[in-house]
Each structure stands twice: as C-alpha cells, then as structure tokens.
C-alpha cells in the first residue's frame, strides 16, 4: 500500500510539473539545444567576419552549406562552424548565411525552440532535393538551360548546395574557347570533336592560374595538400578551369560558373551517389597530380585496364561515334607530368592521358544555389 501511494505520488508531480511547463528535464534539454544553436550562430558570424577581412571588407558570395563532411568541403557545414555537433546533423543547414532548420527533422519542441531563437525553417531549393534522390535525378535533361547555342544538359551532380550540369555530348570545335588568340586543335579527321592541349599549354603558368576558392575545391584534395605545378598537364587543366573564357556557356539568370568539364573527385562522387558504389576514389598523390582507386583506397593505381564506368550510361560514358573516344577530365595524373585524367568509351577511367592524346570535352556547369526544378515532359526545367 505504502509502495503503490509512493508511486502515484510521483507520477502525480510529474504531470504537475509538465503541465506547469517547470519540467527540469526539459529545461535542461531547452536550454542545451538553445545554448549550441547559439554557439553555431556565433561561429558563422566570426568565419563571415573574417572573410570580410581577409577581403578588404568585401564578399562575392554567401555561404550556402547543406551537408556534413568533414573534409573541408565548402558545401558542408562543418567547414563554417567547427562546433557543429553530429546529433543535429539533417537538423540545420546554412543558407545565404543564415542558419535555417528542417522541419521534418525535428520534434515539435525543438521547431518551438527555433522559433523562438528567430530562425527560419529551410525552404529545400533543387541542390537539396536532388542531392537526397541521385538515382532520380542524375542523367535526367534540362529543358530550357541553353548557353553558347548548348541546348542539351543534363544533371550531374549536387553537393547540396549546388547542382551541376554537363553538355549530353562533346563540344563541336568551333565553340571551345580561345585562350591569348590559341585553343585546343583536332588532328584526327576520325573523331572531329577531340582536340589536343598542344596550342594553349604556353597560355598558363599550372597551379598559379587557379585561384578561387570554389574552383579549387573541385580538385579538392590536391590543393587541401598544398601542392603547385607548373607542369604541362596541370596548365592543360587550368585551361579548363578557367572561368572567364568557359564564361560563355554560363547562363546567368541560373548559373553561376562554368568550366571545360568534372574533375575527377566530382565524376566519382557524382557516379558512386547515382549507383551506390562508395569504392570510387581519387587522391593526389603528389604535385604532379591524381590517381584513382577502385576499392575503396585499399589500393591505388594510375590505369585500370578495364570497364570503370558503366558504358550504358551516357551520362559518364559516350559511344566512340559522338565525335571523339574519350572526355578530358579536369584533373591532373600523377602518372605523369604530360597526362591528364580521361575516361574512354570503353569505361576506363584513365590517368595516362597524354597532352597531345585527343579526347573531347563536355563543360560542366554550376547553377545558382536557389535554383529550383520543375519536373516536365522530357526532364526538369530550372525556376
């Protein structure tokens, strides 16, 4: 009797106490939650402050992150806000510098709590969407994104933050961009859509040529490890780095940059999310550049001399008949100092590909982070 009167006493100021809101254990969870997202703010607000300083009190673009690697990725949330706990993780995201939340992924107190804190729910933009359904989106076209006479694209790949298109097919020679009066040159009636770096190789200098932040980080780990090259195939990939003259395939009511193709870290992130195959991976391995691995880093090689790349997709792989054998990727090999990364009609993804091999390119496109996709018959268009 003593027992149960014991417990029914408890029970009863428990209840007391949520219905007075004077929970101490929810207290405690409110102020917690409360006290980190205001550790978050705070850190974001110092990275943006010192980003005006390191740029003259300037800034060209604000910090849109949705993911959460911590490999210093510009599109995850770590990058900005060291602190980032992993329990909230799908919980916040950053959007134009502002911490936003997710509903779906938060209880009915916690949305409470945000509110309270000023926040304002995350309205999810393409990237995101698209990000969460690889399998739907990529190789899907878009309909009305046209740049440089370029009308068939297709969706690549999103970080999160920002969605990428690639050209369906090569370029035809005659709209590759001119670099000091010098371009890429065809010398193989064969397969009228390659053409070789001979011509533009002594427009560059390598690695002192590319110089913002978010056309490093597409080869990411070579510049994270502080390597420079004045190589010739590091100058082959500045060429197709350079965005002021891929400019003209840059469509500016939706993009915000182009270059001459993916690199190679984009290519295997972009296929391992479509299919699932996390095995895919790069890493600089020296100055001289990258080489590729197909089980996970277990090992490494410059060459494989098989089907990488499935060749029924289009989307990564071309039939030798679209007018050249292979795709120029952006990436330099470290097999050698005149080799760049390509993939073949075959499926081989290669790291011994010459300069002055002919390969064709497919530029790749970077659309504004607020682009949003209307689904219509024969793809997506962008809003």
Do not use: H
Request: one cysteine or more.
């Amino acid at each position: 009797m003593i027992v149960t009167i014991i417990v029914i006493i408890i029970l009863a100021a428990v209840v007391i106490l949520s219905l007075s809101k004077n929970n101490p254990i929810e207290n405690a969870r409110e102020a917690t939650f409360k006290e980190d997202v205001r550790t978050f703010q705070d850190e974001l607000t110092m990275y943006i402050a010192k980003e005006y300083t390191n740029n003259g009190g300037l800034r060209i673009n604000k910090i849109t992150a949705t993911t959460y690697t911590t490999d210093g990725s510009l599109s995850s949330i770590y990058t900005y806000i060291p602190d980032f706990n992993k329990k909230y993780e799908g919980k916040f995201v950053i959007k134009n510098d502002e911490i936003k939340y997710n509903e779906e992924k938060l209880t009915e107190k916690e949305i409470e709590w945000c509110k309270s804190l000023e926040l304002n729910a995350n309205i999810k933009a393409g990237a995101e969407i698209v990000a969460e359904d690889p399998a739907k989106y990529y190789g899907e076209s878009v309909t009305n994104y046209t740049a440089n006479g370029v009308r068939d694209w297709e969706i690549f790949y999103s970080d999160g933050s920002n969605v990428y298109l690639i050209a369906s097919n090569y370029l035809d020679l005659n709209k590759l961009p001119i670099k000091d009066g010098a371009k890429p040159t065809n010398t193989n009636s064969s397969y009228p859509k390659s053409a070789t770096f001979t011509n533009i190789i002594n427009k560059y200098c390598g690695t002192a040529d590319i110089t913002e932040k978010k056309i490093k980080a597409l080869n990411s780990d070579y510049f994270s490890k502080g390597y420079t090259s004045t190589e010739n195939n590091m100058k082959s990939v500045a060429y197709m780095l350079d965005t002021t003259i891929w400019s003209s395939f840059v469509n500016s009511t939706y993009a915000d940059y182009a270059v001459g193709g993916p690199s190679v870290e984009i290519l295997f992130k972009s296929y391992c999310k479509k299919y699932s195959k996390m095995l895919y991976k790069a890493q600089a391995a020296n100055a001289t550049g990258y080489q590729i691995s197909i089980n996970g880093g277990n090992s490494w090689a410059n060459y494989y001399n098989n089907e990488v790349l499935s060749t029924s997709d289009t989307l990564y792989v071309l039939p030798s008949t679209s007018g050249a054998n292979a795709m120029w990727v952006a990436s330099p090999s470290a097999s050698d100092m005149n080799a760049v990364i390509g993939t073949s009609s075959s499926g081989i993804v290669s790291s011994s590909a010459n300069t002055n091999f002919k390969l064709g390119f497919r530029p790749l496109v970077c659309l504004n982070s607020n682009i949003m996709l209307n689904e219509v018959e024969g793809g997506f268009e962008i809003e």
